[in-house]
């Protein structure tokens, strides 16, 4: 929990922190309404999420009887809190083999958190695999295989530029095999307007189901925190192809103030499992709605 | 999906509809829209509004010229200052004493190792000899990534692994390029978030030893309002001479390359527009206006058509039409094209003006999507000759093929009527006449 307020302290600073200045102990008029629209704009919450979110909270001014900006924050945290789904755990359990397949564009992070998330099952004592599923990048099965070290888990890989198919399948053959528990698929970043690539990746899918046949059992969406409104349409475009069970949201220790989790949230309706706020096998949390409100308003002194 | 600008602006003065000199009310109306699509385009809040002001002291008074609408007017005005923030495409400081150190700095994942090897490719191709160094040694492999971009461009690299301090090995390789008469030297670093301080220090102990005539952000085209503080930070700590914009080939509006040009007040040098690494070109300030204001983007489509098609089957396929030797197998693969090019809805997005349209006549996707597998269906069903000649179909042969796609003898007589008024215009553009296309969103 304190990595977690440390992580998400600067991003509190850079937004709460303005918006709880902002709506100091004065009568609400136009400006507080201008002040709050521009603070959720600036954390990239999206047009439309703060029209509605302004909406509603006007509405509550008038039927609670608020009227000083300080009682806003109140209201405002609550807004937020309702557009957040608590998450279902990952559904890994009550079968042989559980697959996790990853993905997501290029840069986003997708290594990293499978990393993070297999040491994070190898804590909890389950028997974990790791698929190379990205034969495209330079290296990327190199960065793969430390990750496995670290986390202790076995990586089955291929050669750089093979079929990522083929790869996967194998993986899952060698995970049966091996009597794994959870085998998380690693794939190559892709852009979601890009047809092949995302053809390829519905290929890797139904690859996996050739050996598990309701693989897979989760399918995380990789999104990079600093993302503006284009993590929407990522979203869109990766739930259409593979269909999305739920998202990983990166890179939340930097001042980028995750607003997109609202808005994915909102039109998704997509659970966010974990976010990553730092470069260690430690850094990844689960996302906890209440929490991340919660400390996101915290006057905290922990920087 | 976004409303062009253009749709939005044509929306407001549909109501207002006058013609004559702006007035500081028309350009208000329309600013606020204006306002919203550069918000919608992750162009920072503050950038915006700094940019809104500039247009409005530009647009009011202006004569609204005879060929142009109001909202035509005001998206001229817009597109020309945002031109002018973003800038002339900068260009590399290659003069002055070899070898000419080029440093990347910028966050995780933003491209730094791919956009070194792309730039190290392009200037070789221009006549100079460049060389990688592998300044980050904090990813898992990043050393790795470099060497083997490096090893299939044939390029040369230096690296020393991940035990040495960046600067050391920066500096180490700075000094085996010049020995090896490179002209040009990549410093590839490790991404770091702007706001940890012992690693911008890092960077600063690199710049300070290889004295780089550019340094140079590499950032997602993707990044939200988040543009303005990470350009800055780069910019205050380690002092930016220009931006690479990675990851254009997405769909993203790309309005934070407005915010750290704005920041900054460096130019934007380079876009990177692919995974090949080739797939580096020289920054279009036009292009990347137009998309910002989501005022469609043929060049994008262009370039997604390109993806999608067979340069060889479509060779073939104008010299068919052109030969009016166009058949339904042709039909059919042209068909299949179309559909690797996203759905109808998004094609639509893509073209300018057409917004409206689709607003209009409400193309309803999952429709036009069945309908295409309905034409789909009736083409498999029939011989390889009736596709070749279908004057063969008779009847009978309706009947069976009718039976054997699901859809019913009138289906077909529709598709073939549609097939002979596609043809019959072939025809026309093959003898060079622009033939009428009536109802063609139907």
Not at chain 1, 215 to 243: C, S
Not at chain 2, 188 to 203: F, K, P, S, W
Not at chain 2, 283 to 299: E, N, Q, T, V, Y
Request: net charge neutral; with cysteine.
């Amino acid at each position: 929990m304190a990595s977690l307020r440390k992580g998400l302290s600067r991003t509190r600073q850079s937004f709460f922190g303005r918006i709880a200045q902002a709506l100091g102990a004065t009568e609400i008029n136009d400006d507080t309404w201008d002040d709050v629209e521009e603070l959720l704009i600036q954390a990239d919450v999206g047009v439309p999420t703060t029209m509605q979110l302004i909406g509603q909270m006007q509405g509550r001014v008038r039927r609670e009887g608020i009227t000083r900006s300080d009682q806003l924050i109140e209201a405002l945290k609550d807004e937020l809190r309702g557009l957040l789904k608590a998450p279902t755990p990952l559904n890994l359990s009550g079968r042989v083999l559980s697959v996790v397949l990853v993905a997501g564009v290029n840069g986003s992070g997708k290594t990293t958190s499978i990393g993070k998330m297999a040491y994070r099952m190898k804590l909890n004592n389950r028997r974990v695999m790791i698929a190379a599923g990205d034969t495209f990048r330079a290296a990327a099965i190199d960065q793969l295989k430390l990750w496995g070290e670290r986390a202790d888990v076995p990586v089955i890989a291929g050669m750089p530029n093979s079929d990522p198919a083929a790869v996967v399948y194998d993986a899952v053959s060698a995970a049966h095999a091996r009597k794994m528990e959870v085998l998380i698929v690693d794939t190559a970043g892709r852009l979601h307007s890009n047809f092949n690539l995302m053809a390829e990746l519905v290929k890797v899918r139904d690859v996996l189901r050739k050996v598990v046949p309701d693989a897979p059992h989760e399918t995380l969406l990789v999104l990079d925190g600093t993302t503006g409104q284009n993590a929407l349409t990522q979203a869109k475009k990766f739930q259409e192809a593979i269909d999305i069970t739920g998202v990983v949201v990166t890179k939340l220790d930097s001042t980028a103030k995750g607003g997109m989790l609202f808005a994915i949230q909102q039109e998704l309706d997509l659970p966010i499992h974990y976010i990553g706020i730092g470069e260690s096998i430690y850094d990844l949390v689960f996302f906890n709605p209440a929490t991340f409100v919660d400390s996101l308003f915290e006057n905290g002194n922990e920087e | 999906m976004f409303e062009s600008l253009s749709d939005r602006l044509q929306n407001v003065f549909d109501q207002l509809s006058r013609k004559g000199k702006l007035t500081e009310t028309d350009v208000d109306t329309a600013l606020r829209e204006v306002r919203l699509a550069l918000l919608e385009a992750d162009v920072n809040l503050k950038v915006a509004k700094d940019f809104i002001r500039r247009v409005k002291e530009r647009a009011i008074g202006v004569e609204v010229q005879k060929s142009l609408k109001p909202s035509q007017q005001v998206i001229k005005i817009v597109h020309e200052e945002l031109i002018d923030t973003l800038g002339a495409p900068g260009r590399l400081n290659l003069d002055g004493p070899t070898p000419r150190v080029i440093m990347l700095v910028g966050l995780q994942g933003s491209g730094k190792t791919t956009t070194a090897a792309k730039l190290a490719l392009s200037l070789r191709q221009d006549g100079r000899r460049p060389w990688l160094v592998a300044g980050d040694t904090y990813r898992p492999a990043a050393v790795d990534q470099l060497v083997t971009l490096a090893k299939q461009l044939n390029l040369p690299y230096y690296e020393e692994g991940t035990e040495a301090s960046p600067p050391d090995i920066c500096e180490r390789g700075l000094q085996a390029a010049k020995e090896a008469g490179a002209t040009v030297v990549l410093l590839d670093t490790a991404g770091r978030l702007q706001i940890d301080d012992d690693m911008m220090h890092e960077l600063q102990a690199i710049r300070d030893r290889t004295k780089p005539a550019d340094i140079l952000l590499v950032a997602d085209a993707m990044t939200g309002q988040e543009a303005v503080r990470i350009a800055d930070g780069f910019n205050q700590q380690v002092g930016l001479t220009g931006l690479i914009l990675t990851k254009v080939d997405g769909d993203a509006r790309g309005g934070a390359a407005i915010s750290m040009r704005e920041v900054t007040g460096v130019p934007i040098k380079y876009m990177g527009i692919g995974e090949k690494l080739d797939a580096l070109e020289l920054f279009h300030p036009d292009r990347l206006a137009s998309r910002i204001l989501g005022m469609g983007d043929m060049l994008t489509l262009i370039e997604r058509a390109e993806q999608a098609f067979d340069e060889r089957e479509a060779e073939e396929l104008q010299r068919k039409l052109l030969k009016n030797q166009f058949t339904l197998e042709d039909f059919l693969k042209q068909l299949q094209q179309i559909k690797r090019l996203g759905s109808i809805g998004q094609i639509l997005d893509m073209l300018p003006g057409m917004g409206r349209l689709r607003q209009q006549v409400d193309i309803d996707n999952e429709s036009a999507q069945a309908q295409l597998k309905k034409v789909e269906a009736i083409i498999y069903s029939m011989t390889p000759a009736e596709r070749r000649n279908p004057k063969r179909l008779n009847a009978s042969r309706k009947r069976r093929v009718a039976a054997g796609s699901g859809t019913t003898v009138q289906d077909i007589n529709v598709l073939l009527k549609q097939f002979r008024e596609m043809q019959r215009m072939m025809k026309m553009v093959g003898r060079g006449q622009m033939p009428k296309i009536p109802g063609m969103f139907r």
